[in-house]
C-alpha cells in the first residue's frame, strides 16, 4: 500500500485520479484560494453578522466547474448547503470563529475528498473520524498518536483506492479541530506509519525539497523549519518512526523524481534561510540563577500567540536572546512588557532589546556530525567576508549551525555557504 497526500486544484484533479489506483490510501485537502474564501465569509458572517452569500455562491461555482457524476453534484449542493446554513446560525450563537472556521473548512476537505473519489470509485473516509484530539482543562489541544492509530488501523480497508478528507481532527467533545500546521500531509504520514505502507508521496507544488534528490529525515526536519518549507517540519516524525520513506514530488511537473526522506543521507551540505525576523534579547540582573526564568518568558509568548524561530542563552545566564517574525514584534513587545510589569521581583535594570530586520542562516547535513572544523570553517568564511554575526546556536545533535545576520547580509552569506 501506497498512502499519498495531495491538494485539490481545478487544474490537477485529473492527475490525482490518476494516481489513485487500488493500492493507493489518498489524503486530499482544499486549495488556498477556497479556504481563503471560506474564511472571508465566516468573517463577514461572524464578525460583521452580515450575509455571506457572494462567497457561497462563489464556493458553489467552484465545485460545480469540478465536473463530475450528478449524484457527485448533489452531494456538492448538500455540503455547500449546510456549510451556509451553519454560517447563518452561528451568527446568533457562542461559538468562537476559531471553531467554526475548522468546521466549515474541514467540510470542504470533505467535498474535495468526494470531487476525488467520485472519479476513482472507492472508499471515502471522514478524517474528523481518524484524527482524535483532547483538551485539558486549560482549554489547550493535544493531537492523541495512539488513539488515532487504533482508528486508522480499524477503519481504513485493506484494499482501495480509500479517500480521506485531510487535515482536521475532533475533539472528545464532539467539535471539530484543524490539526497542527499542516495536518493533511502530517495525517498521511501517520496513516502510512500506521498501516506500514511501503511509502508515502507527498505531492506538491514545486521541485520536492529545493530540488535535492534526497535527504535523511532529520535534514528534511531542519529544511522544512524555514519559511521556504513546502511543508510542515511535524509531518515528518510519524515516517521516521515507521521507518517509511516520503518521496516529495510535484503533481504536474514529471521532469524531476522527487524528494526521497529516509534513513540515508543527502549528498552534500546544505543551507536554508529565513528573512524578515526580527531578534529579541532580554538582558539583566534579573535573569541570574532565577529558577523559571526562560519558562516565564516563552510562556507569555506562547499565549500571545508568538512563534520563536531562534533560542540562545549565554552560560553566564544574563542574556536570552530569540528571533521572532517581524509581523509578531508588537505582540512580543506587549507581552514582555507585560511579563516584566506583573513581576515585581525583577530588578529595573533588565532591559529588551529588539534588532530591526535581521534573517538566520541555517547550514545543515549529516555529514556535519563529528567532523571538526565545521563550525570553524562556516564562521571563518563568513569573516573574511565581513559578514557580522549577531547571535548563532548550535544544536547537540551536530546537524545544524543557526546564524542571525543582519538581513541585508543574508544573501551573501547563503551564497558563500552553499
Not at 534526497?214 to 515528518?236: G, K, L, M, Q, W
Not at 510535484?250 to 543551507?271: A, L, M, P, Y
Amino acid at each position: 500500500m501506497i498512502v499519498k497526500s495531495f491538494l485539490l486544484k481545478r487544474e490537477t484533479l485529473r492527475q490525482i485520479a490518476a494516481q489513485c489506483d487500488k493500492d493507493t490510501v489518498a489524503v486530499v485537502r482544499p486549495e488556498k484560494q477556497i479556504e481563503t474564501i471560506l474564511r472571508e465569509a465566516i468573517r463577514k458572517t461572524i464578525r460583521e453578522k452580515k450575509s455571506a452569500s457572494e462567497e457561497i455562491a462563489q464556493v458553489r461555482s467552484y465545485f460545480e466547474s469540478l465536473g463530475g457524476s450528478e449524484a457527485f453534484q448533489a452531494k456538492a449542493s448538500q455540503i455547500i448547503d449546510s456549510m451556509s446554513a451553519y454560517l447563518r446560525e452561528g451568527m446568533y450563537v457562542m461559538t468562537s470563529q476559531i471553531a467554526i472556521q475548522d468546521y466549515v473548512l474541514a467540510r470542504c476537505a470533505r467535498l474535495c475528498a468526494e470531487a476525488v473519489n467520485d472519479r476513482v470509485g472507492g472508499v471515502i473516509l471522514d478524517g474528523t473520524e481518524l484524527m482524535i484530539c483532547h483538551e485539558d482543562a486549560k482549554g489547550v489541544q493535544h493531537f492523541d498518536w495512539l488513539a488515532s492509530q487504533d482508528q486508522i488501523a480499524a477503519r481504513i480497508p485493506s484494499e482501495g483506492p480509500v479517500v480521506v478528507s485531510g487535515g482536521y481532527g475532533r475533539l472528545d467533545s464532539g467539535y471539530v479541530v484543524r490539526v497542527g500546521k499542516d495536518g493533511a500531509h502530517l495525517m498521511a504520514s501517520l496513516i502510512g506509519s500506521t498501516l506500514k505502507a511501503s511509502s508515502i508521496v507527498f505531492f506538491i507544488e514545486g521541485r520536492g525539497i529545493d530540488g535535492i534528490p534526497a535527504v535523511t529525515y532529520d535534514e528534511a526536519a531542519h529544511f522544512c523549519a524555514s519559511a521556504r518549507a513546502p511543508f510542515a517540519s511535524s509531518a515528518i516524525w510519524p515516517a521516521k518512526k515507521g521507518e517509511i520513506p516520503i518521496l516529495v514530488k510535484d503533481i504536474q511537473d514529471n521532469s524531476f523524481e522527487g524528494t526521497i526522506i529516509s534513513t540515508g543521507s543527502s549528498h552534500k551540505r546544505e543551507v536554508i534561510w529565513d528573512k524578515d525576523l526580527t531578534l529579541v534579547t532580554v538582558y539583566g540582573t534579573g535573569l541570574l540563577g532565577r529558577v523559571g526564568m526562560s519558562s516565564s518568558i516563552f510562556s507569555c509568548l506562547s499565549k500571545a500567540g508568538v512563534n520563536v524561530r531562534f533560542i540562545a542563552q549565554t552560560s553566564s545566564e544574563y542574556s536570552i536572546s530569540f528571533a521572532v517574525r517581524l509581523a509578531d514584534k508588537e505582540r512580543t513587545q506587549e507581552a514582555l512588557g507585560g511579563l516584566f510589569k506583573d513581576n515585581p521581583l525583577l530588578p529595573l535594570d533588565d532591559v529588551v532589546v529588539l534588532n530591526k530586520e535581521v534573517g538566520i542562516v541555517t547550514v545543515f547535513g549529516s555529514r556535519m556530525r563529528n567532523l571538526p572544523g565545521t563550525s570553524g570553517q562556516v564562521f571563518g568564511t563568513l569573516g573574511e567576508a565581513g559578514i557580522n554575526i549577531i547571535a548563532s546556536a548550535q544544536g547537540g545533535e551536530e546537524l545544524s549551525i543557526s546564524l542571525v545576520l543582519e538581513e541585508a547580509d543574508v544573501d551573501k552569506a547563503v551564497q558563500l555557504l552553499s
